[in-house]
């Protein structure tokens, strides 16, 4: 394996099927998705003002994937509620559902404790339908809801940290990022306040380039997103 910082290889233990075969397909690109957040946290330490609103940011997007999973809960509960003989049988999981995370800073521990209570609860809602509680078209439905949540969750910090869609050159990197932070962009978790922030702040750079006085040297904003316009 090749790495770029220290790291810590951390097994995660899982105890749902759905959450395990989630991570196995696109688990590295949900880490490195969030991993872009220590980037930005450890970069930005020296900065009081814009590193408090990247910790804000963070603490929304987990609370977020927590909300999700009492959601479960109450889905759980619900599914159990209409048993009257529920009890809870031994489930045997297998020994290979690990995951192991690449840890390059501390703020994916947060992140992994949230994923547990995902797996946990996805967890609690296979074993109804093994044990012959729920049917078939129950548990798929759960399953797509579960996976669906935590593809969201990546959808939503891809999209906030990579503005400039159409850019050419690829993703941002976290300095570049960081340039724009400061120049205005805004970090939300509202999928619709993020498409309306990437508009917004493709357009402030689109005036930048329409008020620039024609000299060499690019406008803060515009040397950093390129719009549709402009690579059409």
């Not at 900065?47 to 997007?61: D, F, G, V």
């Not at 209409?82 to 049988?89: A, C, I």
């Not at 999981?93 to 949230?114: G, K, M, N, R």
């Not at 970090?187 to 702040?201: F, K, M, P």
């Amino acid at each position: 394996m090749s790495i770029r910082h220290k790291t810590i290889v951390s097994p995660v233990n899982l105890q749902s099927h759905t959450v395990h075969s989630y991570l196995e397909s696109e688990g590295e690109r949900l880490i490195s998705s969030y991993s872009r957040i220590g980037s930005l946290l450890l970069l930005t330490s020296s900065e009081l003002e814009l590193n408090a609103k990247i910790t804000a940011w963070q603490s929304e997007l987990l609370n977020l994937l927590t909300s999700e999973a009492v959601k479960l809960s109450i889905q759980k509960k619900k599914y159990t509620e209409e048993l009257p003989n529920y009890k809870e049988l031994e489930v045997l999981t297998p020994d290979t559902f690990v995951f192991d995370v690449s840890i390059s800073h501390p703020c994916l521990w947060a992140l992994i404790d949230a994923i547990k209570k995902i797996d946990s609860e996805a967890n609690e809602i296979e074993n109804l339908w093994l044990a012959g509680f729920i049917d078939d078209e129950a548990r798929y439905i759960c399953r797509n809801r579960i996976v669906n949540i935590l593809r969201s969750f990546n959808s939503r910090i891809e999209r906030a940290t990579s503005p400039g869609k159409n850019r050419n050159g690829g993703r941002f990197t976290s300095v570049q990022l960081i340039q724009m932070l400061r120049g205005g962009l805004e970090l939300y978790v509202d999928d619709n306040a993020i498409t309306q922030e990437i508009a917004r702040y493709k357009q402030q750079a689109q005036d930048e380039v329409n008020t620039s006085d024609g000299s060499q040297s690019e406008p803060v904003l515009a040397q950093h997103l390129i719009t549709d316009k402009q690579s059409a």
